[in-house]
């Protein structure tokens, strides 16, 4: 990671990944839009799901039996309205609507749902986007306040912390990123209609701003427990790329001279390894490692599973340490799987 990459034209033969499948529509599940999955670093997958015989659950699988975390039967949630996020120690968040009404953030561990966070007195609307989380259970969220304001949060110890809010900025996008470090990472746009990530509040750990050198930033930075944010942007007088910003310095990975038309999004995991969605110059939209930006790990219009990728997402909460993939895909035969791409 830090010197950018020059390779010729991207080609999404010859598989770098293996696509294992998770969980499938069916019998059980009759869909997953459009929320993501999530994956840790034992390679556990968590996902929400729609049920065939009514509601929704959030369940686990690993590539064998796909686990109930909790389900229609949970007595304090309505219905899951968020991708779940799992901090490898046994718990996950998720947002929900509560039985008693309302919206919350809830965790769920040991068969216990817990909320963390709810509307009430100070929130008026959890979200939108879904809850990233830390070791320590800290999970960090987006919500609007009774106030009038959009933020991004942190419940804590009992607590919910505000880290910034539109007193500050003009609007937040993608999700609010927190490590075990409880650094929180947010992608936000400016009055001035530029747009600026920021880690740590006000950015004290680092930020980055269109203006000189970039004149977008994309929606869905990432954040790993090291304080680097991978992100990808439109650079200014032409050309995008993806970048990392470690304490203010920002350093190129790879960028349209590999090969691209453009990038949408970008992935970092602890262990440094950043991915990428991006569209390779006269193809369609894929997903890439940066340090093998010529085979795709799963694209459009790819033969896949005896069927088509029509669709595919995946967001931060989505990579794990040992460069495991967790990817929600819509197939042209209708049928929609959660996989985890595993380094072949």
Same mark, same amino acid.
């Given at each position: 990671?830090?010197?950018?990459?020059? !390779?010729?034209?991207?080609?999404?033969?010859?598989?770098?990944?293996?696509?294992?499948?998770?969980?499938?529509?069916?019998?059980? =599940?009759?869909?997953?839009?459009?929320?993501?999955?999530?994956?840790?670093?034992?390679?556990?997958?968590?996902?929400?799901?729609?049920?065939?015989?009514?509601?929704?659950?959030?369940? +686990?699988?690993?590539?064998?039996?796909?686990?109930?975390?909790?389900?229609?039967?949970? +007595?304090?949630?309505?219905? =899951?309205?968020?991708?779940?996020?799992?901090?490898?120690?046994? &718990?996950?968040?998720?947002?929900?609507?509560?039985?008693?009404?309302?919206?919350?953030?809830?965790?769920?561990?040991?068969?216990?749902?817990?909320?963390?966070? @709810?509307?009430?007195?100070?929130?008026?609307?959890?979200?939108?986007?879904?809850?990233?989380?830390?070791?320590?259970?800290?999970?960090?969220?987006? &919500?609007?306040?009774?106030?009038?304001?959009?933020?991004?949060? !942190?419940?804590? @110890? /009992?607590? *919910?912390?505000?880290?910034?809010?539109?007193?500050?900025?003009?609007?937040?996008?993608?999700?609010?990123?927190?490590?075990?470090?409880?650094?929180?990472?947010?992608?936000?746009?400016?009055?001035?209609? /530029?747009?600026?990530?920021?880690?740590?509040?006000? /950015?004290?750990?680092? @930020?980055?701003?269109?203006?000189?050198? =970039?004149?977008?930033?994309?929606? =869905?930075?990432?954040?790993?427990?090291?304080?680097? *944010?991978? %992100?990808?942007?439109?650079?200014? #007088? #032409?050309?995008?790329?993806? %970048?990392?910003?470690?304490?203010?310095?920002?350093?190129? *990975?790879?960028?349209?001279?590999?090969?691209?038309?453009?990038?949408?999004?970008?992935?970092?995991?602890?262990?440094?390894? *950043?991915?990428?969605?991006?569209?390779?110059?006269?193809?369609?939209?894929?997903?890439?490692?940066?340090?093998?930006?010529?085979?795709?790990?799963?694209?459009?219009?790819?033969?896949?599973?005896? $069927?088509?990728?029509?669709?595919?997402?995946?967001?931060?909460? $989505?990579?794990?340490?040992?460069?495991?993939?967790?990817?929600? !895909? @819509?197939?042209?035969?209708?049928?929609?799987?959660?996989?985890?791409?595993?380094?072949?």
């Amino acid at each position: 990671m830090g010197s950018r990459t020059n !390779v010729t034209a991207p080609m999404t033969s010859a598989r770098a990944f293996h696509l294992v499948p998770i969980a499938s529509t069916g019998d059980r =599940f009759r869909g997953f839009d459009v929320y993501v999955a999530a994956v840790d670093d034992a390679g556990t997958v968590a996902f929400q799901a729609e049920l065939q015989d009514g509601g929704t659950g959030v369940f +686990t699988g690993d590539g064998g039996v796909v686990r109930v975390v909790a389900d229609r039967s949970a +007595t304090l949630v309505r219905r =899951f309205c968020s991708h779940p996020d799992l901090n490898g120690v046994g &718990a996950l968040s998720v947002y929900a609507e509560l039985a008693a009404g309302g919206q919350g953030v809830v965790l769920l561990e040991a068969g216990a749902v817990t909320p963390v966070a @709810r509307t009430g007195d100070a929130l008026a609307r959890i979200g939108p986007a879904g809850p990233t989380m830390n070791r320590a259970g800290e999970v960090a969220f987006r &919500a609007d306040t009774r106030a009038g304001e959009s933020g991004v949060f !942190v419940a804590r @110890r /009992g607590a *919910v912390v505000r880290v910034a809010d539109t007193t500050e900025v003009a609007a937040f996008q993608g999700l609010p990123l927190i490590n075990d470090r409880g650094t929180v990472a947010y992608r936000a746009d400016l009055r001035d209609g /530029g747009h600026g990530i920021y880690v740590g509040p006000g /950015g004290a750990l680092g @930020r980055v701003e269109t203006g000189e050198r =970039f004149c977008e930033l994309g929606r =869905f930075p990432s954040l790993n427990h090291a304080d680097v *944010v991978a %992100f990808a942007a439109r650079v200014t #007088g #032409g050309g995008a790329g993806v %970048f990392t910003l470690e304490r203010g310095r920002v350093t190129p *990975v790879i960028d349209t001279s590999a090969g691209f038309e453009s990038f949408r999004g970008a992935l970092i995991n602890d262990a440094g390894t *950043v991915f990428f969605y991006g569209t390779p110059s006269g193809g369609e939209l894929g997903v890439y490692a940066a340090a093998d930006p010529r085979r795709a790990i799963v694209a459009f219009g790819e033969a896949l599973f005896g $069927s088509t990728v029509v669709d595919f997402a995946l967001n931060p909460v $989505s990579v794990n340490a040992r460069d495991q993939l967790a990817i929600r !895909v @819509r197939l042209a035969d209708g049928r929609q799987l959660i996989v985890r791409a595993d380094p072949a």
